[in-house]
């Protein structure tokens, strides 16, 4: 990140500030946060968006003993989290009263769907109503038919593995490209 400097560098009372966005970081920067304020809004029926620090107090309020494993979850990608500014995110559908992972079935769940998505298009997933399960949110039903939001994250997994296969080919196979009209 770039700095604007408000004194001279010499200035005992030497101070930065970020320097304005280029109009593409901007950009981008704008999309991020109306992307975030859709999770917010999409998340807001299942208990909201915590940050981790947040999580962390709460469960020290409420003598959680699954505190020292919060962090274990977060970087072997067991619970559902992104970062936004700098702050770790988590929905807390996915957390009992003691801070446990309230839906054991999430694991099975997440581990077909972080091998295709990043964490952000992962909590997305879940609050988007999704064909394989007739529209449904998977939110909505992993408590109640854990099975069929497995199945739909198994399915889009293997779409997505179907999906990437093919465009490998169409970039390295002149007649598959030719195949499917894409000459270049």
Same mark, same amino acid.
């Given at each position: +990140?770039?700095?604007?400097?408000? #004194?001279?560098?010499?200035?005992?009372?030497?101070?930065?500030?970020?320097?304005?966005?280029? #109009?593409?970081?901007?950009?981008? !920067?704008?999309?991020?946060? !109306?992307?975030?304020?859709?999770?917010?809004?999409?998340?807001? #029926?299942?208990?909201?968006?915590?940050?981790?620090?947040?999580?962390?107090?709460?469960?020290?309020?409420?003598?959680?003993?699954?505190?020292?494993?919060?962090? =274990?979850?977060?970087? =072997?990608?067991?619970?559902?989290?992104?970062?936004?500014?700098?702050?770790?995110?988590?929905?807390?559908? !996915?957390?009992?009263? +003691? =801070?446990?992972?309230?839906?054991?079935?999430? =694991?099975?769940?997440?581990?077909?769907?972080?091998?295709?998505?990043?964490? *952000?298009?992962?909590?997305? *997933?879940?609050?988007?109503?999704?064909? *394989?399960?007739?529209?449904?949110?998977?939110?909505?039903?992993? $408590?109640?038919?854990?099975?069929?939001?497995?199945? $739909?994250?198994?399915?889009?997994?293997?779409?997505? $593995?179907?999906?990437?296969?093919?465009?490998?080919?169409?970039?390295?196979?002149? *007649?598959?490209? $030719?195949?499917?009209?894409?000459?270049?």
């Amino acid at each position: +990140m770039q700095h604007v400097w408000l #004194s001279a560098p010499s200035s005992p009372a030497l101070r930065t500030f970020p320097a304005p966005y280029a #109009s593409e970081d901007r950009e981008a !920067q704008v999309q991020q946060d !109306q992307r975030f304020i859709r999770l917010l809004d999409l998340y807001r #029926s299942t208990g909201g968006l915590v940050r981790a620090e947040e999580l962390v107090t709460l469960l020290q309020r409420r003598g959680a003993l699954a505190l020292a494993a919060l962090p =274990g979850w977060v970087l =072997g990608g067991e619970v559902i989290c992104f970062e936004w500014q700098d702050t770790t995110w988590l929905p807390l559908f !996915q957390f009992d009263a +003691m =801070g446990r992972v309230a839906a054991p079935q999430l =694991g099975p769940v997440l581990a077909e769907l972080n091998c295709i998505y990043d964490p *952000w298009d992962t909590a997305n *997933w879940f609050v988007q109503p999704q064909l *394989w399960l007739d529209l449904r949110r998977p939110v909505d039903l992993l $408590a109640s038919d854990p099975l069929a939001v497995l199945n $739909a994250a198994r399915a889009e997994r293997l779409a997505g $593995a179907a999906r990437e296969r093919v465009a490998r080919h169409l970039k390295h196979e002149p *007649w598959i490209r $030719a195949a499917a009209g894409r000459e270049e």
